[in-house]
């Protein structure tokens, strides 16, 4: 079994800063891509950042310059440092990530709310 778990959501005033993090855990041969998807009420998930395995970065247009995705492979563990904040970053933030157990499996984590106050 193989579970993700994020951390590191909250309420913050606008041009602050939140860093989320994303640990993967359980029965895992070994970890492909990672990322950070979002979804605000109303709205469909939204690729907010990925990082492949080699550090290989892509961002949305909307969080580009603001947002810094980093992955420790040793602690099979994904960041998201997220500076700038604006009210239309608030959002539930989900982790994502390619596991090889050796099968394939696309894991989700349960998300992380993220509130930016004007």
């Known amino acids: 079994q193989v579970q993700l778990v994020e951390s590191g959501g909250g309420l913050v005033q606008a041009g602050g800063a939140l860093r989320l993090s994303c640990a993967v855990s359980?029965?895992?041969?070994?970890?492909?891509?990672m990322g950070w998807y979002r979804q605000a009420p109303g709205n469909e998930r939204e690729l907010v950042a990925t990082?492949?395995?080699?550090?290989?970065?892509r961002y949305a247009d909307s969080v580009k310059g603001r947002f810094t995705i980093s992955r420790d492979n040793a602690k099979n563990t994904v960041y998201l440092q997220m500076n700038s904040l604006e009210p239309e970053d608030t959002a539930v933030y989900h982790c994502n990530a390619d596991v090889y157990t050796p099968g394939y499996l696309g894991v989700w984590g349960q998300g992380t709310l993220v509130t930016v106050s004007s």
């Open positions: 990082i492949t395995r080699g550090g290989g970065t």
């Open positions: 359980g029965n895992i041969f070994s970890i492909g891509a």
